[in-house]
């Protein structure tokens, strides 16, 4: 596949769709909520799916159907913070002796999965809208969080006595 992942009707209407390509109106919807985890979503994982998942449906882009999406986001996630959490505790070098019988220093394994475990995190977030570029092309849309404009909270306290 070339180019960018395509995005979704609801991506595109909350960005303002800035190409003006036609929104395929016939994309499946599915029904906004909360999905219940799968039954191998247990432990941290499932505080962290409910976690994320509030924060999801608050902004309005979270449907049924994003179960087991959300469910691989929440493992990642609890993975990520695992492996973070032992490079804190043990370093992210260990000495050994090479043949020689040299003390040298080594990456530890750790440190190479928790990258890969990050860039995975991220692309994934990013399909929900949860890094912060995302969140800078995403305005809320009908359904979706609350958008503090100043500027018609100013006009408002202003009232009609002001104008023209």
Excluded: C, H
Excluded at 32 to 49: A, S
Excluded at 80 to 94: A, C
Excluded at 139 to 161: H, I, L, M
Aim: no cysteine.
């Amino acid at each position: 596949m070339r180019g960018p992942a395509p995005k979704s009707k609801e991506v595109k209407q909350r960005e303002g769709n800035p190409g003006k390509r036609p929104i395929n109106l016939q994309q499946p919807d599915g029904v906004r909520g909360v999905p219940t985890p799968p039954d191998w979503v247990l432990g941290e994982v499932r505080r962290r799916y409910f976690e994320m998942a509030e924060v999801l449906d608050r902004l309005g882009v979270l449907r049924e159907s994003d179960y087991l999406m959300l469910s691989v986001l929440a493992d990642l996630y609890v993975s990520y913070l695992s492996l973070k959490n032992r490079i804190r505790r043990y370093g992210s070098v260990y000495s050994s002796k090479n043949e020689q019988g040299e003390k040298t220093y080594r990456a530890r394994p750790e440190t190479q999965l928790l990258g890969a475990t990050y860039q995975r995190l991220i692309q994934l977030a990013a399909r929900f809208g949860m890094t912060p570029s995302d969140r800078s092309r995403v305005s809320a849309g009908p359904g979706g969080g609350k958008v503090n404009d100043p500027f018609k909270d100013w006009e408002k306290r202003r009232g009609d006595s002001n104008s023209a």
